[in-house]
């Protein structure tokens, strides 16, 4: 595909992760399996700690809101109370963890207690962080001329830190500004990027976006932040609608720089 320039007004580049700078494959065939694989064990090994504990009452809290609001949810309410019998507990949390990932759920509690179990599988070297080629060098040439470079993902600010952490490329957290995680909002609704733009110090329109998805990119548009769509390999197909509304790219060199400093 064709270059394409960055907007003169460019200040900041604000990244996607998950088929952007990641292949899909990685958290689909790699982060996700080894939630599913290895939930119960790490929860029976940690149930007593406090940090479990806070996490299985972030699940319980959100179980409890799905129901006040009448949103699909699980059968259980995750109930952190049952000592008599914590098999019992930890199969609930179990089924209630699996029902949000095959619902494909995006709360911060999931979010926070996955973020949790790949910090020991990361900091153990049972994974390792996976980024597309193209991605590292394109960041450092922008970081060059002077733009800030954050990461926004539904993932938690520490999984999106322990995936650049501990990368096939070793530590890449130097090249990065800060990290966005759905705490600021959901990634499909504009006022996350009007957050995300007060946060950072700068306007949306100063923000170029990179993402794969269009209803992301629909809602940063909203807000007034420049967008980029990218294709990687398993990505969702776009339409020729959404290809001809969006500008498109398959790599992150295919932006140009001029003037942006």
């Known amino acids: 595909m ?14 996607d992760i998950e088929g952007t700078t990641t292949p899909i494959t990685f958290v689909k065939d790699i982060l996700f399996p080894f939630i599913r694989e290895n939930l119960e064990e790490y929860l029976s090994a940690h149930w007593e700690e406090d940090e479990c504990k806070q996490d299985v009452h972030l699940l319980k809290k959100q179980a409890e809101e799905d129901l006040r609001q009448n949103k699909a949810c699980h059968v259980h309410a995750v109930d952190q109370t049952v000592h008599t019998d914590e098999e019992k507990a930890i199969r609930e949390v179990v089924e209630g963890v699996l029902w949000q990932m095959a619902a494909d759920r995006k709360s911060t509690a999931l979010k926070q207690l996955q973020g949790h179990m790949w910090r020991a599988a990361y900091m153990t070297g049972r994974i390792r962080g996976e980024v597309y080629q193209d991605v590292v060098p394109a960041i450092r040439r922008w970081r060059r001329e002077g733009l800030k470079v954050f990461i926004y993902s539904s993932g938690s600010v520490e999984a999106q830190k322990l995936l650049f952490g501990y990368s096939v490329e070793g530590d890449l957290l130097d090249l990065f500004d800060g990290h966005f995680d759905t705490n600021i909002g959901a990634k499909v609704e504009s006022k996350s990027y009007e957050n995300i733009a007060e946060r950072i110090g700068c306007q949306p329109e100063q923000i170029m976006f990179l993402t794969d998805v269009t209803r992301e990119a629909k809602a940063a548009e909203e807000a007034g932040v420049s967008v980029i769509l990218v294709v990687r390999p398993g990505n969702m197909e776009l339409t020729e609608e959404e290809r001809s509304h969006y500008r498109v790219i398959t790599s992150f060199s295919q932006l140009e720089l001029s003037g942006n400093v």
């Open 2 to 15: 064709a270059a394409i320039a960055v907007p003169e007004t460019t200040r900041v580049f604000l990244l």
